[in-house]
């Protein structure tokens, strides 16, 4: 079953604590993405990697950080630098960055107290 | 389709009726786009895409029309069924570039 999997589904943390997210693939993508979705907003990008060992910011990397050692696995951390982190975040993955469709893992909530 | 703030658009539709979800996109050299679902608490399924030589594109139950002189994205929901209620929204790409997503607009269908 070849997919794009987020885990755990949900999370909680207390304030002022790092959190790790997990994205992982099995699709054979090159380029994976991270996106945060808040009420009533649309999809906001965080950070993407189009290849192994490299990445670039997004829209709104601030208090994120990523790392891409393997081509299946995209994590995502969550710092307390990050003022406002209770969120959807949503992990997405396409053949390349010139291929436009990307395929959306399930999503995991943060909230952090 | 447009956002308000933290309100979404919503669409009400009578279940067998056809839907029509709307969106407005931002730049005029935007030559991709696709129409994605969102169940709650899920995340976004791929449902129909478009290029910019195209006006209209069909899928199964689902039609994407195109207007680049007032840059309009519709999607056409055929005998719209319960299993159709969740946020639709539409993505926009030029020249290779990453996608930019819209809010969404709710779609609930009554039984």
């Known amino acids: 079953d070849g997919g794009i999997t987020q885990s755990p589904k949900y999370l909680f943390r207390k304030e002022g604590q790092n959190v790790t997210l997990s994205c992982e693939q099995n699709?054979?993508?090159?380029?994976m993405y991270w996106y945060r979705q808040d009420p009533g907003q649309g999809l906001r990008l965080i950070y993407y990697?189009?290849?192994?060992?490299?990445?670039q910011k997004g829209d709104i990397a601030e208090g994120y950080s990523v790392s891409r050692e393997k081509k299946e696995s995209f994590p995502l951390t969550v710092t307390s630098a990050q003022k406002n982190p209770t969120a959807f975040y949503l992990c997405?993955?396409?053949?390349?960055?010139?291929?436009?469709?990307?395929?959306f893992g399930p999503g995991t909530r943060l909230t952090v107290t | 389709g447009e956002s308000v703030g933290l309100h979404l658009p919503t669409l009400s539709v009578q279940e067998g009726d056809n839907s029509i979800i709307n969106c407005a996109y931002s730049?005029?050299?935007?030559?991709?786009f696709i129409w994605y679902k969102q169940e709650s608490g899920k995340g976004p399924q791929f449902i129909i895409d478009i290029r910019s030589n195209m006006d209209k594109r069909q899928g199964q139950r689902v039609t994407v029309l195109l207007n680049k002189t007032v840059k309009h994205l519709s999607l056409q929901i055929a005998a719209t069924q319960p299993g159709d209620s969740a946020v639709y929204f539409c993505?926009?790409?030029?020249?290779?570039?990453?996608?930019?997503f819209g809010a969404g607009t709710i779609l609930r269908v009554k039984s």
């Open positions: 699709l054979n993508h090159d380029a």
């Open positions: 997405a993955s396409s053949i390349g960055l010139d291929s436009y469709e990307q395929y």
């Open positions: 990697s189009q290849i192994v060992n490299d990445f």
């Open positions: 730049n005029s050299a935007s030559d991709y």
């Open positions: 993505a926009e790409s030029w020249h290779g570039n990453k996608l930019v």
